[in-house]
Nanobody
Framework: QVQLVESGGGLVQAGGSLRLSCAAS????????MGWFRQAPGQERELVAA????????NYADSVKGRFTISRDNAKNTVYLQMNSLKPEDTAVYYC??????????????????WGQGTQVTVSS
């Protein structure tokens, strides 16, 4: 069992920044990959950024490359998403996920096993 607790969402103006945090607890040693996904009303959940825990390779959605950065603090078992130059189209509920059981797929939310509660990010024009 893995528990994920998210924080850091809010309302910002276009061009502003936010940093999301995801604190993991439980069987964190089993995690293969972690990622941030977002979902707007009526839309499918989509990849924002993800990484493999042991290797550290990352993948970003084309729409956020150069603006968002995923990182981790092993001592705190925490994953971050630094979001800069925010745009109104970034508005969504952001979810932290953990892929801990095979089959593994770092970049596809359908194969993730644990999720945080979600945090709302709203970007005004």
């Amino acid at each position: 069992q893995v528990q994920l607790v998210e924080s850091g969402g809010g309302l910002v103006q276009a061009g502003g920044s936010l940093r999301l945090s995801c604190a993991a607890s439980g069987r964190t040693f089993s995690i293969y990959a972690m990622g941030w996904f977002r979902q707007a009303p009526g839309q499918e959940r989509e990849l924002v950024a993800a990484f493999t825990w042991s290797v550290g390779t990352t993948n970003y959605a084309d729409s956020v490359k150069g603006r968002f950065t995923i990182s981790r603090d092993n001592a705190k078992n925490t994953v971050y998403l630094q979001m800069n130059s925010l745009k109104p189209e970034d508005t969504a509920v952001y979810y932290c996920g953990a892929d801990s059981r095979p089959p593994y797929n770092r970049d596809d939310y359908r194969w993730y096993d644990y999720w945080g509660q979600g945090t709302q990010v709203t970007v005004s024009s």
